[in-house]
């Protein structure tokens, strides 16, 4: 089990820009992927990016040329740098992680933190 913790969000003029941050209780020696998510009420939680444990990433095409994601090498961790936010982007935002230890795939998820992104 690795516990995820979100930090960084917040309130930002649209225009403006946030970092994200998630940090695991533990370092994952395996194959995994390390992920943010966003849900608003009433809605389906959605991918923003990922990016697994050897650098390849992906991007929700909404987010694409705004949002950064990064990991650290070492440790159970990633940052969403978001640029240029847009009220569209408000939502909480969780971190997730998949990760394969035998002998199956793990997914845990932060509990999330609040970006509003209004003038």
């Known amino acids: 089990q690795v516990q995820l913790a979100e930090s960084g969000g917040g309130l930002v003029q649209p225009g403006g820009s946030l970092r994200l941050s998630c940090a695991g209780s533990?370092?994952?020696?395996?194959?995994?992927?390390m992920g943010w998510y966003r849900q608003n009420p009433g809605e389906q939680r959605e991918l923003v990016a990922t990016i697994t444990n050897d650098g390849s990433t992906t991007y929700a095409d909404s987010v694409k040329s705004r949002f950064t994601i990064s990991r650290e090498n070492a440790k159970t961790a990633v940052t969403l740098q978001m640029n240029n936010l847009k009220p569209e982007d408000t939502a909480v935002y969780y971190c997730?992680?998949?990760?394969?230890?035998?002998?199956?795939?793990?997914?845990?998820w932060g509990q999330g933190t609040q970006v509003t992104v209004s003038s």
């Open positions: 997730n992680v998949e990760f394969y230890r035998f002998p199956r795939w793990y997914t845990n």
């Open positions: 533990g370092t994952i020696t395996s194959s995994y992927t």
